[in-house]
Nanobody
């Protein structure tokens, strides 16, 4: 049974930082590209960032480029999202996802497994 468990969300003031973690189990983690998506109330889910199975390639939405950093430690079956200079518009539930066949990293429907999400709230 595949499980992706996110942690690290919370309430932070604008300009602050958070680090999200997503620990995977039940799959060969090093064979999967990993992604982070978010969904704000009343809005559609949107791509945030992704990283290839080796960590050699990373991808970012324009809205977070230069502020967020994705990384992974395959030995720990964990992917991270370091979020700096947070803005109120970053407020959302953040989800991690796993993609077995690398390709369209920015497309949520291309991912095979999803976590339950972690809430990030940025106050102004």
């Amino acid at each position: 049974q595949v499980q992706l468990v996110e942690s690290g969300g919370g309430l932070v003031q604008a300009g602050g930082s958070l680090r999200l973690s997503c620990e995977a189990s039940g799959l060969t983690f090093s064979s999967y590209d990993m992604g982070w998506f978010r969904q704000a109330p009343g809005k559609e889910r949107e791509f945030v960032s992704a990283i290839s199975w080796s960590g050699g390639s990373t991808y970012y939405a324009d809205s977070v480029k230069g502020r967020f950093t994705i990384s992974r430690v395959n030995a720990k079956n964990t992917v991270y999202l370091q979020m700096n200079s947070l803005k109120p518009e970053d407020t959302a539930v953040y989800y991690c996802a796993a993609q077995r066949r690398p390709g369209k990293q920015r497309v949520g429907d291309e991912y095979d497994y999803w976590g339950q999400g972690t809430q990030v709230t940025v106050s102004s």
